[in-house]
């Protein structure tokens, strides 16, 4: 008899059952809601491994009365897809049928254009109902026509107290722990370890329970987890999740200059068969992230490495792959622009939708010009310099800085300029 892994043996079956999530689940919440109405509408579940997407889709499944099909997009191609379609087509005209036909696909990211194509029609006329389940963000990796049929709900990180949840469901439950004294003493790699990922939490006590000797108990402490950890890495990592662990070491690598420690991690990306388009997205975050205004080109460079992979084809797409990630990690490095947008997103946050200026509006009709709409604008290129002194801002925020340059040459030229042009006094 095969052994059935942990987090497959506390898999939940019911919503009463389910951890985390609650803004999607909890009392009144909109999947919640769709489950006990029995009124399920197209929608995308994005979030990392181990946070629910797939188990939410059976839950799904359970609760409904209608045909309910599942495909993974690593193993469908077109054929499969259609396929699905016809019996989906079928089921929603039979005498029988109790509702439009579900179809789930995991990991709906890796279907090409194609593929997605050959869904949309059966989506836009009804034929069946769409779940998606995706790591990546869908806004990239999902057709727009798509996308614009199916709601797009964001699945987080397990918390702590989920986390702790779902320890003491496991043990106070799960058939293994049965006849076994079992001793929770500290949590702290646990939970590191973890990452938010439920898959993983479970994935660690089985192979801490699977290294015991015949009638020892079960000690869970930060030695016990980090030590049985270091013996078998890939046992903790049995459906890839280290996937997420390498590319967490390869954007740190280019991050902290490493161009070595970087062009290793970029290999055992892609000796682990690693989409190199997801590689290519990842430096172009690195660039606009990480090196940001300090060097602009790196951008430029990211940018142009997504697009020749995807025309030179692998494995050569493999050789701008590596020039890229080692510029990026020999480059000079910067957050600012990174800092600036979040500073500026938490701001409009905490004041709401400010008012725009009555000299900064649009005026195109008469009405608007009598009401003030772009009185006393200046426009800048009327002025010495192609600059002029006037608030940009809402009056009420103040003109608060959210971009701070940081010591770099690049931006030691920017900040002296925008000194010599709201500053000159100062210089």
């Known amino acids: 008899m095969n052994y059935q892994p942990l987090a497959e043996r506390l898999r939940p ?8 999530q609650k803004h999607l689940v909890g009392p009144g919440a909109v999947i919640r809601r769709m489950i006990e109405s029995g009124n399920i509408s197209s929608f995308i579940l994005w979030g990392p491994p181990g946070v629910g997407k797939t188990t939410l889709a059976r839950i799904i499944a359970e609760h409904t009365q209608v045909p309910f099909y599942t495909l993974s997009a690593v193993t469908s191609g077109v054929k499969e897809v259609r396929d699905v379609l016809e019996r989906c087509k079928q089921d929603a005209q039979s005498v029988f049928s109790k509702g439009r036909p579900i179809l789930f696909i995991d990991e709906i990211h890796r279907f090409n254009k194609s593929q997605q194509d050959s869904l949309l029609g059966a989506v836009e006329n009804g034929t069946v109902t769409l779940i998606g389940a995706t790591t990546e963000n869908p806004s990239f990796e999902v057709i727009r026509p798509l996308l614009s049929r199916a709601q797009v709900y964001v699945l987080n990180p397990l918390d702590k107290d989920d986390l702790l949840q779902l320890l003491d469901h496991a043990v106070k439950t799960d058939a293994m722990f049965k ?36 009638g020892e108990p079960m000690v869970i402490n930060d030695d016990v987890v980090t030590s049985r950890l270091q013996q078998n890495p890939m046992a903790f990592d049995k459906d890839g999740e280290m996937h997420y662990d390498i590319i967490s070491a390869f954007i740190k690598s280019i991050r902290g200059s490493d161009p070595d420690a970087a062009v290793y991690w970029l290999a055992r990306l892609i000796e682990g068969g690693e989409d190199p388009k997801f590689i290519a997205r990842r430096l172009c975050i690195s660039a606009a992230e990480d090196i940001g205004l300090a060097n602009p080109n790196a951008l430029l460079l990211a940018n142009a490495t997504f697009d020749i992979i995807q025309k030179i084809g692998w494995p050569e797409g493999r050789i701008p792959l590596s020039e890229c990630t080692i510029y990026l990690a020999a480059s000079a490095k910067s957050n600012s622009a990174y800092m600036a947008i979040n500073a500026a997103q938490q701001l409009v946050a905490a004041t709401g939708n400010a008012p725009v200026p009555l000299h900064l509006r649009n005026a195109p009709t008469k009405l608007m010009k009598q009401l003030g709409y772009g009185k006393d604008y200046k426009y800048a290129h009327d002025f010495p310099g192609h600059f002029v002194n006037q608030e940009y801002m809402p009056q009420q925020l103040h003109h608060p800085q959210l971009w701070v340059p940081q010591d770099n040459p690049a931006e030691n030229v920017m900040r002296a300029r925008q000194q010599g042009r709201w500053h000159p006094d100062e210089q």
Do not use: F, H
Not at 13 to 20: E, F, V
Not at 191 to 209: F, H, M, P, T, V
């Open 13 to 20: 079956k019911t919503l009463d059952d389910y951890i985390g």
């Open 179 to 214: 006849n076994l004294q079992v001793r929770v003493e500290q949590t702290t790699a646990l939970l590191r370890y973890s990452g938010g990922d439920a898959r993983k939490l479970l994935n660690i006590l089985d192979l801490i329970y699977q290294s015991l000797a015949p």
